[in-house]
């Protein structure tokens, strides 16, 4: 899997924006902690599904580029209200794969799988390896 670049395309985009941590953190609803963490010198390579979609609409753009499976800025996605658990299982049918499947080409664990089933959100990292090993986009999987 290609290495979640979110860290770095946050710092990029708010230095493009010259936003300062407390600015980003006060537009994007995330805390001040974690804004000072992505736009210093070690930023965050992660987060959770729920900030991502918030990043890429305060940023103006995709999921997979925040994440830098693209370098194609795109549009913010639109997420669905159906849970990520049904949608992935859905897109495993359409493509003839399994969890287990799943599971076997990615780091995903059966834990991690029950989570979702039971509503927990996946991270960004979670998200992009589930996109690559479908062969999607990461934005398809949040409509």
Request: with cysteine; hydrophobic share 40%; charged share 25%.
């Amino acid at each position: 899997m290609k290495k979640l670049r979110l860290g770095l395309r946050i710092r990029a985009l708010a230095a493009e924006a010259e936003l300062t941590p407390a600015e980003l953190a006060k537009a994007t609803g995330i805390p001040i902690f974690t804004a000072r963490k992505w736009l210093g010198d070690a930023p965050a390579e992660d987060t959770s599904v729920t900030v991502l979609v918030r990043l890429c609409a305060f940023f103006g753009c995709s999921a997979a580029f925040l994440t830098g499976m693209s370098d194609v800025r795109g549009t913010p996605p639109r997420p669905s209200r159906e849970p990520f658990y049904r949608r992935l299982i859905y897109f495993l049918s359409s493509r003839n794969k399994t969890l287990y499947g799943l599971m076997r080409s990615t780091a995903l664990t059966e834990t991690r799988l029950r989570a979702w089933q039971n509503g927990s959100e996946p991270l960004a990292s979670d998200l992009c390896a589930v996109a690559e090993h479908l062969g999607v986009s990461p934005d398809e999987l949040l409509r």
